[in-house]
C-alpha cells in the first residue's frame, strides 16, 4: 500500500497541473471503489476552481469552495494528468476533465484529465463539506514531517496542521504515547492514531537505522532512544520523497515513473539477506500479519 512518501510524490506531482483550474467535468465508470462515490462529485464538483492539493496522512485533498474531494489510492490506485482524448485503460474508474473556465483569459492549454485508475478498488473517492472534517480525517496523529525537534521542517502548508490538536512529532511525543504500551514498537508506529502515514516499509526502515528492535514492547523504549527513532522517521521519509518513493508492484508516480527507494531499502522485504551494517542474516517473521524483518544483532 502506498505510504506518505507515495502519496505526497503524488501531491507534488498533481498540484501545478490542478492548482487554479477548474472542473470542467466529472466521468465515473462505476458508482464505487472502496465505498460508494458520493453524488457530489458529480453534481458539485464541475465548475469549481481548485484552490489547493494537499495531503493528510495517507490522503489527498482537492479543495473548491463547494467543498473538497478526498482521494486515497488504496493497494493499487494511481492519478495522472493525461491529454483529454487519451485512450481508456482497464480499471479507469474516474475522469475530471481540467481546464479554464470560458472567457478567463490566456490559460496553460488545452483541457486535460485527472484520471484515477485502481485495478483492486481499495482506493476511494469521497467529499468532504466545507467547514467539516470527513470522519476518516478525525483521530488521526501528527504528521512526521512538521516542525519539531528531532528533523528539519517541513513544508507545512501541503498538509492540514490543524487536525492534530497542536501535537508535534518528536522523540518524547513519542516516548509520552508509548507509556504502559505492551504492543511491539513497530506496530506502534504504524498506529495512524499515534503518527500517520508510516507503513510497514517506513517502519522497519526507521527502526532498523535507529538500532531499535521492532519486537520491543513500545512501552519499555526509552526516551533517548524515541529521540533517535523520530529522527530517522523523519529522515527516512523525507529522502524517500526526493527518491520519489518505493515502488512496489504498482505505484507510480503521476508522470508514470517508478520510486527509486526501494533499491536502498536496508531492511524491509531483505529476511534471510545479508545486513548492510554486520552482514549476518537479516532475520524475518510476521509481526501483526506484517512481514517484518530486522537485524537480531544490530537492533536491540
Known amino acids: 500500500m502506498p505510504e506518505l ?95 479554464d473556465a470560458p472567457g478567463a483569459g490566456k490559460g496553460r492549454g488545452a483541457p486535460k484529465v485527472l484520471r484515477f485508475n485502481d485495478p483492486r478498488r481499495f482506493g476511494c473517492l469521497l467529499w468532504q463539506p466545507p467547514g467539516e472534517t470527513h470522519e476518516l480525517l478525525r483521530g488521526l496523529g501528527p504528521e512526521p514531517l512538521a516542525d519539531g525537534p528531532d528533523g528539519a521542517a517541513f513544508d507545512g502548508a501541503a498538509f492540514d496542521g490543524a487536525a492534530f490538536d497542536g501535537a508535534v512529532f518528536d522523540g518524547d511525543y513519542l516516548f509520552e504515547r508509548s507509556r504502559g504500551r505492551s504492543a511491539p514498537v513497530k506496530a506502534f508506529l504504524m ?65 508514470g515513473a517508478p520510486g527509486y527507494f526501494e533499491q536502498e531499502l536496508s531492511a524491509y522485504g531483505r529476511g534471510g539477506e545479508p545486513c548492510p551494517k554486520c552482514g549476518r542474516p537479516l532475520k524475518q517473521a510476521l509481526l501483526a500479519q506484517r512481514a517484518t524483518v530486522w537485524c537480531g544483532h544490530c537492533q536491540r
Open 5 to 99: 512518501p507515495e502519496v505526497e510524490t503524488t501531491r507534488r506531482g498533481l498540484a501545478p497541473h490542478l492548482e487554479g483550474r477548474r472542473v470542467l467535468g466529472a466521468t465515473l465508470r462505476r458508482p464505487d471503489l472502496r465505498w460508494p462515490i458520493p453524488r457530489e462529485i458529480e453534481t458539485l464538483l464541475p465548475g469549481q476552481r481548485i484552490t489547493g492539493v494537499r495531503r493528510r496522512a495517507k490522503y489527498l485533498l482537492m479543495d473548491t469552495a463547494a467543498g473538497t474531494a478526498l482521494w486515497h489510492l488504496g493497494m493499487s490506485g494511481s492519478m495522472r494528468v493525461l491529454p483529454a482524448d487519451t485512450p481508456l485503460q482497464a480499471h479507469d474508474h474516474v475522469d475530471l476533465l481540467i481546464g
Open 191 to 255: 498506529d495512524q492514531r499515534i503518527v500517520v502515514g508510516v507503513g510497514n516499509i517506513y517502519a522497519a526502515e526507521a527502526l532498523f537505522a535507529a538500532g531499535v528492535s521492532p519486537l520491543r514492547a513500545a512501552g519499555k523504549v526509552s526516551r533517548e532512544r524515541y529521540h533517535a527513532i523520530a529522527r530517522e522517521v523523519r529522515r527516512i521519509l523525507a529522502y524517500a520523497i526526493e527518491r520519489g518513493g518505493t515502488t512496489l508492484r504498482d505505484f507510480l508516480s503521476p508522470d
